[in-house]
């Protein structure tokens, strides 16, 4: 079975026209091909078939005014062509529509009420549709292969190109192609060159004249694309220059004639369309006559048509999946129409070259011609202004959206003129009067017709006409618009260029002061660089803390100079700059806004600071001591801290650092230092700020081995790196404390007649010189007060000797200058500890160190600076460190005198047992006790007499408590009576006088 091609390949429209008011009595057929074919490679075929006629299949449903029938999809076998609204009551429309989205394509409101198309799917009727049926007529496929043997071939439709083609067989002469623009000629003047009327009839001279005109652009086409091309007639492409550097255009050749192939003049010259004479149906039953048409084609099939990205890959369409297959009846009815046509030998040509040729048939009704095409509801589309060089634009293009029903590819578009009609805005056909060629609706993405034009006057009544035409060139009424010129473009935002001109200032005055003036510069532009329809500038205005000002846009460069508000010393400030243009219409462009920022320019103040010493951290294990300072931060500026050492800024040595601090602060007082700016070395790479308690804090190292005088200076720097004068920011002497101990001392300790202890502290090996250098008060006479050499001493008691366990006996104490010692002037000290307890060993130690180490040399001022340190410590004079600790002194004190006798009324003896195994209880109610640490305990001493027995001496007892009793064994006979002497031995084995006690039993 032979397929019909595909409308979207290849489709044939036809219309049987009688006394239409556009087209001449007679069949009109129009073959529309996809760009995808290109030009056939022989003249169209046009045959006369009978239609079969049916009921209209599908579902159908009925409302008051409607009636729509949907009917079952076209088939490859059958396919339906024209449909017929009968049995209606009254004056009613039948349309066809698109299956998919219900758009127009066709529809008649006329008796008789027949309407076609290449496929027919969905039918609505309208109006008095009670009663009303539907029935369609339609080809079958197989008509093309039983009437292929003896149909009746109704028009032979050729290309106007003679002589010779490769791509292309039997051509006819260019007076044939314009005589069948001339025999379908409209009746009448389309609204295309007359949008007033009046419609007169046209001489069809008048119309062959125009397609002439125009004609030779398309000539000139076929031959590029048929003679002999040196590529496929697809691949052909064109170039077109215009008149400034580097314009030009490529685009197919092909395209260009199938554009022209849409002017229906145009498409009758090129043999797409032709009047073919009045058919007439042989069943007088069927309103219409089927017509098939076709054409040969030359294809590629591995020609690639479309490519599309999908993900990391690339579909890829050729024209072979779009080819319907090539089986036994489609190469018999192939040869049939390649022996109709005439074309053997260009179907050899093109065969022997790899090219397939395929034949492609399309099926058709000639129905009455359908409605004109209805006034468009034109719509405003995005309007742009033309440049205009040197001046305001006074021209626009503008957009026009068409929202098109049915196949109407055609508009008239006309312009109304100040004498109140209306001019026709298509190009002119040259030559001949008040013709033109049509203009083609385009598609937007969407899916609607757009058109558009220019220029378009501005400051004008503009009002626009559209007449839309369908495939024959018959145009409907038309629809008016008014155009309204399209909104101007504000100003261009200034561009402003600012510089601070800044003014000298006293750095001393602390007033607020303006730091300069604000010079703005605002380039004039020129008509030329303002834009597309924007207008002429007309004036500037400047704002400025609160001051504004316009002037006149001259051309020239505009200059305005403002003074910055007064600042106090070293305060930041920002204003806003705004500027604006203004044009001759009052329009404003957009505000150009930016802030102005600076900071008062005058230098800070330098940092004050006294010639006294400020220590770091006493030195630790670590190998840096700490350098912490603080002072009042100034919001917004920042400190470096800069330092060097007493060797660098050429300062002597002197006895003591205080005196070397001293005299680098008087030499910087002087100016001493500003020759040895280079000497100081930079601390702080990151600059020091203000925390959020507003101090600002320098927090470094020093090695803890530095024993010279440091001079640190801080200098304050603005955000802008402005700084205070380096040579008047004073030096601040910084050091680290002495940790070099003295010599142990010499401690000796003598018991005093209280029982306490006496003890000697003699400092040995202190530096009498450097203590008379730094402290001369000490040995003056009477000593002054200041700082003196002090002592600490340490205690322990019982067996252990380690002055671990010592507990500290003095704070420091003052050591005191002996001048008539022998070996000459030394400093000791004398302490009486008399808190000692009987028997127990004391042992002493004793440590002592020179006098602190002084910030100034006495006598000399504090002067108050701005720095403060975080430690106390740091800003009073440094204390030395103590010396190791002496050989420790011993003593243990005891009473001069051996220990009392007991009271005899405090002792009792009591018999607990006679015998050889007999015992005896003492009890002593006020016996002595010894301390738990003492060197050694109390003793109880007793001997025991029986009757007349010898005295026996039992073992000695330890006293522990001062209500004493013990058991002491002894022989003793049944009933007799005992004697018990007693006596107490102290810790030191004294004995004490022996009392008697009496046992009793």
Same mark, same amino acid.
């Given at each position: 079975?032979?397929p019909?091609?595909?409308p979207?390949?290849?489709?044939?429209?036809?219309?049987?026209?009688?006394?239409?008011?556009?087209?001449?009595?007679?069949?009109?057929?129009?073959f529309?091909?996809?760009?995808?074919?290109?030009?056939?490679?022989?003249?169209?075929?046009?045959?006369?078939?009978?239609?079969?006629?049916?009921? +209209?299949?599908? @579902?159908?449903?009925?409302?008051?005014?409607?009636?729509?029938v949907?009917?079952?999809?076209?088939? $490859?076998?059958?396919?339906?062509?024209?449909?017929?609204?009968?049995?209606? #009551?009254?004056p009613?429309?039948?349309?066809?529509?698109?299956?998919?989205?219900?758009?127009?394509?066709t529809r008649?409101?006329?008796?008789?009420?027949?309407?076609?198309?290449?496929?027919?799917?969905?039918?609505?009727l309208?109006?008095?549709?009670?009663?009303? @049926?539907?029935?369609?007529?339609?080809?079958?496929?197989k +008509?093309? &292969?039983?009437?292929?043997?003896?149909?009746?071939?109704?028009?032979?439709?050729?290309?106007?190109i003679?002589?010779?083609?490769?791509?292309?067989? =039997?051509?006819?002469?260019?007076?044939?192609? !314009?005589? /069948?623009?001339?025999?379908?000629?409209?009746?009448?003047?389309?609204?295309?060159?007359?949008?007033?009327?009046?419609?007169?009839?046209?001489?069809?001279?008048?119309?062959?004249?125009?397609?002439?005109a %125009?004609?030779?652009?398309?000539?000139?086409a076929?031959?590029?694309?048929l /003679?002999?091309?040196?590529?496929?007639?697809? =691949?052909?492409?064109?170039?077109?220059?215009?008149?400034?550097?580097n314009?030009?255009a490529?685009?197919?050749?092909?395209?260009?004639?199938?554009?022209?192939?849409?002017?229906?003049?145009l498409?009758?010259?090129l043999?797409?369309?032709?009047?073919?004479?009045?058919?007439?149906?042989?069943n007088?039953?069927?309103?219409?006559?089927?017509?098939?048409?076709?054409?040969?084609?030359?294809?590629?099939?591995?020609?690639?048509?479309?490519?599309?990205a999908?993900?990391?890959?690339?579909?890829?369409?050729? +024209?072979?999946?779009?080819l319907?297959?090539?089986?036994?009846?489609e190469?018999?009815? +192939?040869?049939?129409?390649?022996?109709q046509?005439?074309?053997?030998?260009?179907?050899?040509?093109?065969?022997?070259?790899?090219?397939?040729?395929r034949?492609?048939?399309?099926?058709?009704?000639?129905v009455p011609?359908?409605?004109?095409?209805?006034?468009?509801?034109?719509?405003l589309?995005?309007?742009?202004?033309?440049?205009?060089?040197?001046?305001?634009?006074?021209?626009?293009?503008?957009?026009?959206?068409?929202?098109?029903?049915?196949?109407?590819?055609?508009?008239?578009?006309?312009?109304?003129?100040?004498?109140?009609?209306?001019?026709? !805005?298509? $190009?002119?056909?040259?030559g001949?009067?008040?013709?033109?060629?049509?203009?083609?609706?385009?598609?937007?993405?969407?899916g609607?017709?757009?058109?558009?034009?220019?220029? *378009?006057?501005?400051?004008?009544?503009?009002?626009?006409?559209? =007449?839309?035409?369908?495939?024959?060139?018959?145009?409907?009424?038309?629809a008016?618009?008014?155009?309204?010129?399209p909104?101007?473009?504000a100003?261009?935002?200034?561009?402003?260029?600012?510089?601070?001109?800044?003014?000298?200032?006293?750095?001393?005055?602390?007033?607020?002061?303006?730091?300069?003036?604000?010079?703005?510069?605002?380039?004039?532009?020129?008509?030329d @660089?303002?834009?597309?329809?924007?207008?002429?500038?007309?004036?500037?205005?400047?704002?400025?803390?609160?001051?504004?000002?316009?002037?006149a846009v001259?051309?020239?460069?505009l200059?305005?100079?403002?003074?910055?508000?007064?600042?106090?010393?070293?305060?930041?400030?920002?204003?806003p700059?705004?500027?604006?243009?203004?044009?001759?219409?009052?329009?404003?462009?957009?505000?150009?806004?930016?802030a102005?920022?600076?900071?008062?320019?005058?230098?800070?103040?330098?940092?004050?600071?006294?010639?006294?010493?400020?220590?770091?951290?006493?030195?630790?294990?670590?190998?840096?001591?700490?350098?912490?300072?603080?002072?009042?931060?100034?919001?917004?500026?920042?400190?470096?801290?800069?330092?060097?050492?007493q060797?660098?800024?050429?300062?002597?040595?002197?006895?003591?650092?205080?005196a070397?601090?001293?005299?680098?602060?008087?030499?910087?007082?002087?100016?001493?230092?500003?020759?040895?700016?280079?000497?100081?070395?930079?601390?702080?790479d990151?600059?020091?700020t203000?925390?959020?308690?507003?101090?600002?804090?320098?927090?470094?190292? !020093?090695?803890?081995?530095?024993?010279?005088?440091n001079?640190?200076?801080?200098?304050?720097?603005?955000?802008?790196?402005?700084?205070?004068?380096?040579?008047?920011?004073?030096?601040?002497?910084?050091?680290?404390?002495?940790?070099?101990?003295?010599?142990?001392?010499?401690?000796? *300790?003598?018991?005093?007649?209280?029982?306490?202890?006496?003890?000697?502290?003699?400092?040995m090996?202190?530096?009498?010189?450097?203590?008379?250098?730094?402290?001369?008060?000490?040995?003056?006479?009477?000593p002054?007060?200041?700082?003196?050499?002090?002592?600490?001493?340490?205690?322990?008691?019982?067996?252990?000797?380690?002055?671990?366990?010592?507990?500290?006996?003095? #704070?420091?104490?003052a050591?005191?200058?002996?001048?008539?010692?022998?070996?000459?002037?030394?400093?000791?000290?004398?302490?009486?500890?008399?808190?000692?307890?009987p028997?127990?060993?004391?042992?002493?130690?004793?440590?002592?160190?020179?006098?602190?180490?002084?910030?100034?040399?006495?006598?000399?001022?504090? &002067?108050?600076?701005?720095?403060?340190?975080?430690n106390? %410590?740091?800003?009073?004079?440094?204390?030395?460190?103590?010396?190791p600790?002496?050989?420790?002194?011993?003593?243990?004190?005891?009473?001069?005198?051996?220990?009392?006798?007991?009271?005899?009324?405090?002792?009792?003896?009591?018999?607990?047992?006679?015998?050889?195994?007999?015992?005896?209880?003492?009890?002593v109610?006020?016996?002595?006790?010894?301390?738990?640490?003492a060197?050694?305990p109390?003793?109880?001493? *007793?001997?025991i007499?029986a009757?007349?027995?010898?005295?026996?001496?039992?073992?000695?007892?330890?006293?522990?408590?001062e209500?004493?009793?013990?058991?002491?064994?002894?022989?003793?006979?049944d009933?007799?009576?005992?004697?018990?002497?007693?006596a107490?031995?102290?810790?030191?084995?004294?004995e @004490?006088?022996?009392?008697?006690?009496?046992?009793?039993?």
């Amino acid at each position: 079975m032979i397929p019909f091609a595909s409308p979207e390949l290849l489709s044939l429209y036809a219309v049987a026209a009688e006394g239409d008011p556009d087209l001449v009595d007679g069949t009109h057929v129009r073959f529309v091909p996809s760009d995808l074919l290109g030009l056939p490679i022989a003249p169209w075929l046009v045959w006369q078939a009978p239609l079969m006629a049916a009921a +209209m299949p599908g @579902s159908a449903w009925k409302t008051a005014k409607r009636y729509d029938v949907a009917t079952v999809p076209n088939d $490859r076998e059958f396919r339906y062509v024209a449909a017929e609204a009968i049995g209606a #009551g009254g004056p009613l429309t039948i349309s066809i529509l698109d299956v998919q989205d219900l758009r127009l394509v066709t529809r008649r409101s006329l008796s008789r009420y027949v309407v076609g198309a290449p496929a027919v799917e969905r039918v609505r009727l309208e109006g008095a549709v009670g009663g009303a @049926s539907v029935r369609v007529y339609g080809l079958h496929q197989k +008509m093309l &292969v039983d009437f292929a043997r003896d149909a009746k071939l109704v028009a032979k439709l050729a290309l106007p190109i003679e002589g010779e083609c490769f791509w292309y067989e =039997n051509g006819v002469s260019r007076d044939e192609g !314009l005589y /069948r623009a001339k025999k379908g000629a409209p009746r009448r003047f389309p609204p295309l060159d007359r949008p007033d009327g009046p419609f007169d009839p046209l001489d069809p001279g008048s119309e062959a004249d125009r397609v002439a005109a %125009g004609a030779g652009e398309v000539d000139r086409a076929l031959e590029s694309l048929l /003679r002999a091309p040196a590529v496929e007639p697809w =691949n052909v492409r064109r170039t077109e220059f215009g008149p400034g550097l580097n314009e030009q255009a490529s685009f197919d050749e092909m395209d260009s004639v199938h554009v022209a192939s849409c002017d229906p003049g145009l498409a009758r010259y090129l043999g797409f369309s032709d009047q073919i004479g009045v058919l007439k149906s042989s069943n007088r039953d069927i309103p219409c006559v089927g017509l098939i048409g076709a054409g040969l084609f030359a294809v590629d099939p591995e020609r690639v048509i479309e490519q599309r990205a999908f993900g990391p890959f690339t579909l890829v369409t050729r +024209m072979k999946d779009r080819l319907p297959p090539l089986g036994p009846d489609e190469k018999a009815f +192939m040869e049939f129409v390649v022996k109709q046509a005439g074309a053997e030998r260009v179907v050899e040509r093109l065969s022997a070259k790899g090219f397939e040729i395929r034949c492609f048939a399309a099926p058709a009704a000639a129905v009455p011609p359908p409605d004109l095409p209805v006034p468009p509801a034109v719509l405003l589309r995005s309007a742009s202004w033309i440049l205009r060089e040197g001046g305001v634009a006074t021209m626009f293009r503008q957009g026009f959206s068409l929202p098109i029903e049915g196949v109407a590819p055609l508009v008239a578009m006309a312009k109304l003129r100040k004498d109140g009609r209306f001019e026709p !805005l298509a $190009r002119e056909a040259p030559g001949v009067a008040e013709r033109h060629f049509p203009m083609l609706i385009g598609t937007a993405d969407g899916g609607e017709g757009i058109v558009s034009h220019a220029p *378009v006057q501005a400051d004008f009544d503009n009002v626009f006409r559209f =007449n839309v035409g369908d495939l024959f060139g018959r145009y409907g009424d038309p629809a008016d618009i008014a155009v309204p010129d399209p909104a101007r473009p504000a100003p261009p935002a200034p561009a402003p260029r600012t510089y601070v001109r800044r003014a000298l200032l006293d750095d001393q005055a602390s007033v607020p002061l303006s730091a300069g003036t604000l010079e703005v510069r605002v380039a004039s532009p020129d008509v030329d @660089s303002i834009g597309a329809g924007g207008r002429a500038i007309a004036k500037l205005t400047l704002s400025f803390a609160g001051e504004t000002r316009s002037r006149a846009v001259d051309g020239a460069e505009l200059f305005e100079a403002f003074a910055l508000p007064p600042l106090g010393p070293q305060q930041p400030g920002s204003w806003p700059l705004e500027a604006w243009f203004v044009d001759d219409h009052g329009a404003a462009s957009p505000v150009s806004a930016q802030a102005i920022s600076i900071v008062d320019p005058r230098r800070p103040k330098p940092i004050v600071s006294g010639p006294a010493i400020i220590w770091t951290s006493r030195p630790g294990p670590s190998p840096d001591v700490e350098l912490r300072l603080g002072w009042e931060g100034a919001p917004g500026q920042a400190y470096r801290a800069w330092i060097a050492d007493q060797d660098g800024l050429g300062l002597a040595r002197a006895p003591t650092r205080a005196a070397v601090a001293v005299a680098g602060y008087q030499k910087q007082r002087a100016g001493g230092l500003a020759p040895l700016a280079d000497r100081f070395r930079l601390l702080t790479d990151i600059p020091i700020t203000a925390g959020p308690d507003g101090r600002a804090r320098l927090e470094t190292t !020093l090695p803890r081995t530095l024993s010279t005088v440091n001079f640190l200076r801080v200098v304050p720097e603005t955000p802008e790196g402005v700084t205070a004068d380096f040579d008047a920011c004073d030096v601040t002497p910084v050091a680290v404390p002495d940790d070099r101990p003295p010599p142990p001392p010499r401690l000796t *300790v003598s018991e005093t007649d209280g029982g306490g202890a006496r003890l000697t502290i003699e400092a040995m090996g202190f530096d009498m010189d450097a203590i008379a250098a730094q402290e001369p008060g000490l040995f003056a006479t009477p000593p002054r007060p200041g700082p003196q050499p002090e002592f600490r001493l340490r205690r322990a008691s019982g067996p252990v000797e380690d002055p671990l366990y010592a507990r500290r006996l003095t #704070g420091a104490s003052a050591l005191r200058l002996d001048r008539d010692d022998p070996g000459g002037p030394r400093f000791v000290a004398t302490f009486d500890d008399g808190d000692l307890i009987p028997f127990v060993r004391h042992l002493w130690w004793a440590e002592v160190r020179l006098p602190a180490e002084r910030r100034l040399p006495e006598g000399v001022l504090l &002067v108050a600076g701005d720095f403060a340190p975080d430690n106390a %410590g740091q800003s009073q004079d440094a204390p030395r460190p103590f010396s190791p600790l002496s050989a420790p002194a011993a003593l243990t004190p005891a009473p001069k005198d051996p220990p009392a006798a007991l009271e005899a009324g405090n002792v009792t003896a009591e018999v607990l047992a006679s015998g050889a195994a007999g015992r005896v209880r003492l009890t002593v109610a006020d016996a002595p006790v010894a301390h738990a640490q003492a060197i050694a305990p109390y003793l109880l001493r *007793v001997w025991i007499r029986a009757e007349d027995g010898d005295p026996q001496r039992a073992a000695d007892a330890p006293v522990t408590a001062e209500i004493f009793t013990t058991e002491i064994e002894a022989a003793i006979d049944d009933g007799a009576t005992a004697r018990v002497w007693i006596a107490v031995v102290d810790p030191l084995g004294r004995e @004490s006088p022996t009392i008697e006690v009496a046992a009793t039993v």
